[in-house]
């Protein structure tokens, strides 16, 4: 069959091939968004707690009194609904941790800002929370330690006019290299946007079995670097059977934060990485 095109006969099968090249790019794109999306394992199931387990300073691992971590309308929830606003906040930061340790990943965390902070929060935690991870076994947390010794994705909100990128790096317990120079600072800014509250943001965790960690906000990187090692300040309390200064950090439990400002999260999940 032929078929005529710009004053010419061509075949209509080499109109039909061009085409045909088009929808197998499709299929090939589509499969490698379900590859994509299935290469995730979820942590959070949607439903409740399950493979979680609470640290809120002042109490024992394991307890959480007010149930400061939740589950409300298929989101994970920070809430300070049950804390009595007479006595303050009185820094009792928590850390909800996953059930397993991991090295060698990409971790993925879907969160929002919502509400207002809790009256007595330090100012700082206005719009503050973050997920740690490299973080210490969470057995081995003093009852009254406030953070794990860990490395520290930290999440800010904004309001209109304000500078406060999300995704920075702290380091309760920890140091890091950037660009080959040691890095002893708490916090270090990351490159990244100023991301009002209530709005889903997600940061992704590329951590290498060789040191090197980037963090990524809404796919861009904000922040390199390599190196973490134990030591520093920033942990009120240094227990037996934490990891001691000098040692290098490869993998460990990671952690959700409650720092006195209600937080959702959607989603967290995690892939290994094959080497660098």
């Known amino acids: 069959m032929l078929t005529l095109v710009r004053g010419s006969i061509r075949p209509l099968s080499i109109l039909i091939a061009p085409l045909a090249a088009g929808c197998a790019d499709t299929r090939e794109r589509g499969e490698e968004a379900r590859q994509e999306a299935s290469s995730w394992i979820e942590l959070f199931n949607g439903r409740d707690l399950a493979g979680w387990t609470p640290k809120i300073r002042g109490e024992a691992l394991g307890e959480d009194r007010r149930r400061?971590?939740?589950?409300?309308?298929?989101?994970?929830?920070?809430?300070?609904?049950?804390?009595?606003?007479?006595?303050?906040?009185?820094?009792?930061?928590?850390?909800?941790?996953?059930?397993?340790?991991l090295e060698s990943y990409e971790l993925l965390v879907e969160y929002r800002f919502v509400g207002r902070q809790f009256e007595g929060g330090p100012g700082w935690a206005r719009s503050n929370s973050g997920v740690m991870f490299h973080a210490q076994v969470p057995g081995t947390m003093g009852v009254d330690q406030d953070f794990p010794i860990s490395l520290e994705a930290q999440f800010l909100g904004g309001e209109a006019g304000e500078v406060r990128p999300t995704a920075n790096l702290c380091t309760p317990g920890t140091h890091v290299e950037i660009e080959g120079d040691l890095v002893t600072a708490h916090c270090?800014?990351?490159?990244?946007?100023?991301?009002?509250?209530?709005?889903?943001?997600?940061?992704?965790?590329?951590?290498?079995?060789?040191?090197?960690?980037?963090?990524?906000?809404?796919?861009?990187?904000?922040?390199?670097?390599?190196?973490?090692?134990?030591?520093?300040?920033?942990?009120?309390?240094?227990?037996?059977?934490?990891?001691?200064?000098g040692l290098t950090l490869r993998g460990g439990y990671i952690a959700l934060q409650s720092e006195s400002h209600p937080i959702q999260f959607r989603r967290v999940a995690w892939r290994p990485l094959s080497p660098p």
């Open 68 to 101: 400061t971590f939740r589950v409300e309308d298929g989101l994970l929830t920070v809430s300070y609904d049950a804390y009595d606003e007479t006595e303050g906040f009185s820094d009792t930061f928590g850390h909800l941790f996953f059930e397993e340790p």
């Open 188 to 245: 270090v800014n990351a490159e990244a946007p100023t991301v009002p509250d209530s709005t889903w943001v997600t940061v992704t965790i590329v951590a290498h079995a060789d040191g090197s960690v980037r963090h990524l906000v809404d796919g861009d990187t904000v922040i390199a670097y390599e190196g973490p090692v134990v030591g520093g300040g920033e942990v009120s309390e240094w227990t037996d059977g934490a990891p001691q200064p």
